[in-house]
């Protein structure tokens, strides 16, 4: 019995089963990185000291604005693979690859050459509040490189995300983890050997990028040879497709990084970048239970298209229903339990260079609770693709939350950043989250309409490639 589950769980092909397969392998690059994060903090930490790795945390923080660079397109891309592959129309794939791939080149490059002439003209040191100019140099060369990493692996992205479409998460968060393990080697020999923010920047940025487009590389050599695209691939009504869809996301990712990822902007602006250490590692914690849950999120992400391409409306009902409740409950323990712990584990983690105060602590619990359920929400929205109430509800949150922090941080300190995060997250999208919810689950046949069939693809699309043996 077990080995017809083990065999069932590692080459089912049905949509639970993909799910799984994800989640699990998830799970294990999470599980990780986790693991990772707890060795090479305090190691970082100490080499480079409270106020660069206050920097190093705030150039990380900004650096991720750069995932608007593509347009958005490779997030978009996911739901209309999903879909593609639900009606079995590996041509349409191939024109969404090729498309994709055509678009996230053009914007990328566009979007780095305005990071390098920001760069030059922004004064580092008044940003980050820091107390050396010579500081500020490396705070600016850390955002570069960061930024660099990721425009290098924007194509490689594109074919990541359309193989998460195809339901192959399990292969891609294999090659995620992959690129994990190697930047972690690579930053604790970059430590060891005494060298400084930039080089950590380039390994911790630049491994993740280098394992993508490995993994890319060797599906389209492979499996993958059947949807690799030419320039007749490339389609402008695909393209305006995907960039409608794609900017959707563009605006999700920038809104939530004006109300989530500006936290250690803000504490450096005010506070000081020694601050942002504080907040930071009490943050990266709290954090641990959300990015779990979103790694299960993710997973199900295009199996929702899937089933929604295929008119299984009862498996999303039951699905969404399910998940919800069950991600409440872990959520709430498992961040009751960090909130009880968290001194104790910040005095085995940092030693005492971490003391996080009781308020921040609560704060961060609530928060981690919150952001769980908003989560489930938003990825339930962009699997479906109801990106109107999630712009709205990112703008909203954006609106709250900036005010609020930037009133709280001067007189309550830190604490005033994650709970102005929190107050976005419930007033914005948890709250009217449930509120939209009963509409959203009984019109899931006029979303289905919606959806590109197969005959939508261009009539002169050229021919479909035949896919290799498996």
Excluded at 228 to 233: A, G, H, I, L, Y
Excluded at 383 to 412: D, E, G, H, K, W
Excluded at 458 to 467: G, I, L, M, V
Aim: net charge positive.
């Amino acid at each position: 019995m077990l080995a017809i589950f083990v065999d069932g769980f590692v080459r089912g092909g049905g949509r639970s089963a993909a799910v799984l397969r994800t989640a699990f392998v998830s799970m294990l690059a999470r599980g990780f990185s986790i693991v990772s994060s707890l060795v090479t903090v305090p190691i970082v930490l100490h080499h480079l000291g409270a106020e660069r790795y206050g920097v190093w945390m705030a150039a990380i923080a900004l650096a991720t604005w750069f995932m608007i660079a593509d347009g958005g397109i490779t997030k978009s891309l996911i739901a209309q693979v999903a879909q593609a592959h639900g009606a079995d129309d590996r041509t349409r794939i191939r024109i969404l690859v090729g498309s994709a791939i055509a678009m996230t080149v053009a914007f990328t490059l566009l979007f780095f050459v305005a990071v390098l002439i920001g760069v030059r003209l922004v004064d580092w040191t008044w940003v980050f509040n820091l107390s050396d100019p010579a500081l500020g140099r490396e705070a600016g060369s850390a955002v570069t490189i960061i930024c660099a990493c990721y425009a290098l692996a924007f194509p490689a992205t594109v074919v990541r995300e359309t193989r998460l479409g195809l339901l192959q998460g399990g292969a891609v968060n294999t090659w995620d983890l992959g690129g994990s393990m190697l930047g972690f080697a690579g930053l604790v020999t970059v430590v060891s050997l005494g060298y400084g923010l930039e080089l950590i920047a380039a390994v911790w940025s630049g491994a993740p990028a280098l394992a993508r487009t490995v993994g890319a590389l060797v599906f389209l050599w492979g499996e993958g040879r059947d949807i690799v695209p030419s320039w007749r691939d490339v389609r402008p009504a695909v393209c305006r497709s995907l960039l409608g869809g794609g900017s959707v996301f563009m605006i999700y990712t920038l809104a939530l990084a004006l109300s989530v990822q500006s936290d250690q902007i803000l504490i450096a602006r005010f506070l000081g970048a020694e601050a942002v250490a504080d907040y930071s590692v009490v943050q990266r914690l709290f954090n641990q239970p959300p990015v779990l849950v979103t790694l299960f999120l993710a997973a199900q992400w295009p199996a929702y298209g899937e089933a929604l391409g295929r008119g299984d409306f009862d498996w999303i009902r039951r699905h969404f229903r399910q998940t919800l409740i069950g991600f409440m409950i872990v959520g709430t323990i498992l961040c009751g339990l960090l909130g009880y712990f968290c001194q104790d584990i910040l005095r085995v983690w940092v030693g005492g260079a971490i003391v996080a105060s009781p308020t921040l602590v609560t704060a961060m619990a609530i928060y981690g609770v919150v952001a769980i359920i908003a989560s489930v929400f938003s990825f339930f929205f962009m699997s479906l693709q109801l990106y109107r109430p999630l712009i709205f509800a990112q703008v909203a949150m954006t609106a709250i939350n900036l005010p609020l922090t930037i009133f709280l941080l001067p007189r309550i300190g830190s604490p005033g950043a994650i709970i102005g995060t929190t107050a976005g997250y419930l007033f914005a999208l948890v709250l009217p989250g449930f509120v939209m919810l009963r509409h959203i689950l009984t019109d899931l046949p006029t979303l289905k309409a919606r959806v590109p069939a197969a005959s939508d693809a261009p009539a002169k699309a050229s021919p479909a490639r035949p896919r290799p043996a498996a």
